[in-house]
């Protein structure tokens, strides 16, 4: 089976601008669910799709949103970009939501300038 | 609210050499996962051991093992006859089954060099 897909890999903007990234889950896998990873603050959790609906949401502002398609494809949109929002986004899918095992993509690297 | 703390930014160790990775978390779940995940210089974030809450013995993947103290909530990861593919970038996670937080909480993260 091919592993979890992100595109972009590599992403340049300027504050202001919005954003979208995209994830292809594993084949058969229904749950996705986005990471921001920051050399600050870390890996953290944005939000998890399970099945098109939003099931958990972390502790980001809205400027951060998402959605799943009936295909299990998920994408993130960043808008109003700001320098802070500069990270690699991670995207993990599995099978069901509360699977012992996450799968992760290579990521998007977002440069924000 | 779940909380994982990897307390040593760096490690080194010696190809060949046994080195520990410690990890203390705090979660007031009942039920819940523990994991190791390797995060090479490409990347590509990969599952190196899991660990059932419930089960009181230790999870091993070959040359990697855990040593799992729930009471303590304690949770290292021991990388046996280190080569030098194990250097990374090491996070320790866990995944709570109560209310409706299905998401991984990750520690800081520990830097793993292994020398030749």
């Known amino acids: 089976k091919a592993g979890v897909t992100q595109t972009p890999r590599y992403l340049i903007k300027t504050r202001g601008q919005q954003v979208t990234l995209s994830c292809s889950p594993i084949?058969?896998?229904?749950?996705v669910s986005w990471y921001q990873q920051t050399p600050g603050q870390g890996l953290q959790f944005l939000f998890e799709?399970?099945?098109?609906?939003?099931?958990n949401k972390g502790n980001f502002p809205g400027r951060f949103s998402g959605r799943q398609f009936s295909n299990s494809r998920s994408e993130m949109n960043v808008s109003t970009l700001e320098l802070g929002d500069s990270a690699l986004y991670l995207c993990a899918s599995s099978p069901a939501q509360l699977y012992n095992e996450q799968f992760f993509g290579p990521g998007t690297r977002l440069t924000v300038l | 609210a779940q909380t994982v703390t990897q307390s040593q930014p760096e490690m080194s160790v010696q190809e060949a050499e046994t080195v520990t990775l410690s990890c203390t978390y705090d979660?007031?779940?009942?039920?819940?996962?523990l994991f190791w995940y390797k995060q090479p210089p490409s990347r590509q974030m990969i599952l190196v051991i899991r660990q059932e809450a419930y089960k009181q013995q230790n999870a091993t993947e070959n040359r990697f093992s855990v040593n799992f103290q729930k009471a303590a909530k304690s949770f290292s990861l021991k990388i046996s006859d280190s080569q030098l593919g194990d250097a990374a970038m090491y996070f320790c996670?866990?995944?709570?089954?109560?209310?409706?937080?299905?998401?991984?909480?990750f520690g800081k993260g520990t830097k793993l060099s292994v020398k030749p």
């Open positions: 084949s058969g896998h229904r749950s």
């Open positions: 996670a866990s995944l709570g089954y109560g209310g409706s937080q299905g998401n991984l909480i």
């Open positions: 979660t007031s779940e009942s039920d819940y996962y």
């Open positions: 799709y399970f099945s098109e609906t939003q099931r």
